[in-house]
């Protein structure tokens, strides 16, 4: 069973991230009033926004599904607090460091810091290797955590038995939790994209100190950066489907899922897929390999089957005609897979050549991702958060205010995320920080967006103050209960 | 194709929202012996026959339509050199000298004949996006430096089309933009 110490870096965790959290919607907001003339901020200010808010909200929703498979996964093995100590302190560092090097500095090449950005200096000199070095710094502190978890796990569980090969089989003898094959499939994958990671910031380090005798190749480092950048964002979602595989049956009263031969060969491919789906990104850079291309886009297509067929069918099976208990918390969790489905209608919509050819880079590209983040993993991770919060609480109100929760986050988020797609579909492109005179809807589009995302951030505001309340209770609690 | 493609995306959206809320609704109804689906290995295994089956179909059919097999067989009538720098586009019939770049003011073409556009970047990445008059994005590659993206494209219309820049590339990308008139 979990300790007391692992409860309460628990709780620092949620305060920390829903926290952050807040200000970062509120960096939203901002960008979309700046969009819709409301506010007039510099362009280098708005891009500085927007630099800060991809990367903050990559980290902070990474680390709260790190944080749910953390306290969860003592339920079958012993954690190393250590090592989410560490992620801890380099999660926090890395992010003082990046909202320094963006505010201070003034840097604004982006979250996805597209080579050779970062080298053509529009900012303070030393903005771009403090950038650089926060998420090395971020890196560092989650592949610890992600290696130190992946040991902790294979000293249990064989590496076959971790990714339930044995399942393949008729009759197993051991059963594979599907916590435990969720959290190994998604933490190779993690190590993975982050040693990515390491080779790409090598890589600038490299060109950074050579004085101009060294050049990297634009097409590789691209390839390196989606290869790290899509793949974090996605696994970041796989954290919260483990946390759902452990905790929607248990909190709704049906029986605890079992691994069998196919939940095993969806998660076995799933990782396949995940790591080769990147290419997407890369359609309009027609000198990419065009096998590359059309790997992009199978892969892409084939990442949405199992995650269909095994994730979201055994969800809705879970609830169909069954006296399943509601609360908040599978609440959240159901409502979170229905806005990772539609999310995934958008992406697949998109990873189709033929289709992104007209799409890529316009605003459909964030009205699909922010899909199945604001309405798909916020709302898992926020299951946990309530769910872990009402653990060692004395109170029985647990579920006040959920209508009024629910409402608010449903019609903030569709009417903020409408008007995504809605630009999308007239071409808008994404990233300005100004529209032209060519598209009269943008600005009302993104006054509209910056009121419903404003009803959003009450939902969360209130979540914060419910949840962070219990955890500092729990933060401070001398007690074992 | 962008107003089929929204159409399409909130008819499946919509599909799927009431599929929860049916299911949702179906256990709020359900009696403490209720079991849910009798079978649902085998409504699983149809569920995902099908999915593959529709996916199948989608990519056997748009892969091949794909923009780098756009006009794969025919010969463009003119060679536009695109030369994309922070904040411009440099365009010219001309290849452009990296070490003193220089576009042509004004850039003609015909309509309804294939033109090729071969882009590249001389500092950092770019987007190099044609709008047409109604401002509708219909072609896009990347400028990208070290590398010349070739896009292949016959304008219907005559009229003037805009360029815009659809990759972030710096404080001024919102404004970095050029224009084609096609006659």
Redesign the interface.
Do not use: W
């Given at each position: 069973m979990e300790t007391i110490k692992l409860r309460k870096i628990t709780s620092l965790w949620i305060i920390t991230v829903l926290f952050l959290f807040i200000v970062n919607i509120v960096l939203g907001i901002i960008m979309r009033l700046n969009q819709g003339e409301i506010l007039h901020e510099q362009p280098a200010t708005f891009y500085a926004h927007m630099t800060t808010h991809g990367l903050t909200q990559i980290g902070i929703w990474f680390v709260a599904g790190m944080t749910g498979i953390n306290y969860l996964m003592e339920r079958y093995l012993k954690t190393s607090y250590l090592a989410n100590v560490v992620a801890m302190v380099l999660t926090v560092t890395g992010i003082l460091m990046l909202w320094t090097s963006t505010y201070i500095g003034n840097f604004h090449a982006g979250w996805t810091f597209l080579y050779p950005l970062p080298l053509k200096i529009m900012w303070a000199k030393w903005a771009t290797p403090l950038f650089l070095g926060s998420i090395l710094v971020m890196g560092v502190g989650w592949l610890t955590w992600s290696v130190s978890m992946m040991t902790q796990i294979l000293k249990k569980y064989p590496l076959t038995k971790a990714l339930a090969w044995q399942h393949f089989r008729k009759n197993p003898t051991i059963q594979t939790p599907p916590f435990i094959l969720i959290s190994m499939i998604t933490l190779i994958g993690i190590i993975t994209c982050l040693l990515g990671a390491v080779l790409l910031l090598a890589m600038y380090a490299a060109e950074y100190f050579s004085n101009g005798a060294f050049v990297n190749d634009a097409l590789l480092m691209k390839n390196l950066t989606y290869f790290f950048g899509h793949t974090i964002a996605n696994e970041m979602l796989y954290l919260g489907l483990a946390v759902i595989y452990e905790l929607f049956p248990e909190v709704g009263g049906r029986p605890k899922w079992k691994a069998t031969w196919y939940v095993a060969l969806a998660w076995n491919c799933t990782l396949v897929f995940i790591l080769t789906a990147f290419f997407h990104h890369l359609y309009m850079d027609f000198v990419q390999p065009v096998g590359f291309q059309i790997v992009g886009q199978i892969a892409s297509y084939m990442a949405s089957l199992p995650a269909a067929g095994v994730t979201v069918f055994s969800v809705l099976v879970a609830v169909y005609r069954t006296s399943i208990k509601w609360s908040l918390t599978n609440l959240l969790f159901f409502i979170g897979v229905a806005g990772w489905v539609i999310g995934g209608l958008g992406a697949v919509i998109d990873v189709t050549i033929t289709n992104n050819f007209v799409l890529h880079n316009t605003l459909w590209v964030p009205a699909h991702f922010h899909t199945y983040n604001a309405l798909g993993n916020v709302l898992f991770s926020l299951a946990f958060f309530h769910w872990f919060s009402i653990q060692f609480s004395e109170k029985t109100d647990f579920e006040k205010l959920t209508k009024l929760k629910l409402t608010l986050l449903l019609i903030g988020g569709i009417g903020f995320l409408l008007a995504f797609y809605i630009g999308g579909a007239e071409s808008m492109p994404r990233r300005y920080s100004n529209y032209p005179a060519e598209f009269p809807m943008a600005a009302p589009l993104a006054i509209g967006a910056a009121v419903f995302a404003t009803i959003y951030l009450a939902a969360i505001l209130i979540f914060f103050f419910q949840i962070s309340k219990r955890c500092l209770n729990i933060l401070f609690s001398s007690s074992s209960h | 194709?962008?107003?089929s493609?929204?159409i399409?995306?909130?008819v499946?959206?919509g599909m799927?929202?009431l599929?929860?809320t049916f299911?949702?609704l179906?256990?709020?109804?359900?009696?403490?012996?209720?079991?849910?689906?009798p079978n649902?290995?085998k409504?699983?295994f149809w569920?995902?026959l099908i999915?593959?089956v529709i996916?199948g179909i989608?990519?056997s059919v748009?892969?091949p339509?794909?923009?780098?097999f756009l006009f794969a067989d025919e010969t463009p009538v003119r060679v536009i050199h695109v030369s994309a720098m922070?904040f411009a586009f440099l365009m010219s019939d001309k290849a452009i000298d990296p070490k003193n770049p220089v576009g042509e003011a004004s850039i003609e073409l015909p309509a309804n004949k294939l033109v090729e556009f071969r882009v590249t970047s001389l500092?950092?990445?770019h987007?190099f996006?044609i709008?047409d008059q109604s401002?509708?994005?219909?072609?896009?590659?990347?400028a990208?430096?070290?590398?010349?993206?070739?896009?292949r494209w016959k304008f219907k219309e005559p009229g003037n089309y805009?360029i815009?820049?659809?990759?972030?590339?710096?404080?001024?990308?919102?404004?970095m933009?050029a224009s084609l008139t096609i006659k």
């Open positions: - | 194709m962008q107003n493609i929204l399409l995306f909130l499946l959206a799927s929202a599929v929860f299911v949702y179906s256990s709020k109804k359900a009696g403490k012996d209720e079991q849910g689906i649902p290995l409504t699983r569920f995902l999915l593959f996916l989608f990519a748009t892969i339509r794909s923009p780098y922070q500092d950092v990445n987007g996006a709008y401002n509708r994005l219909i072609a896009q590659t990347q990208m430096p070290g590398y010349v993206n070739r896009l805009t815009l820049c659809l990759e972030y590339c710096g404080m001024a990308h919102q404004v933009r």
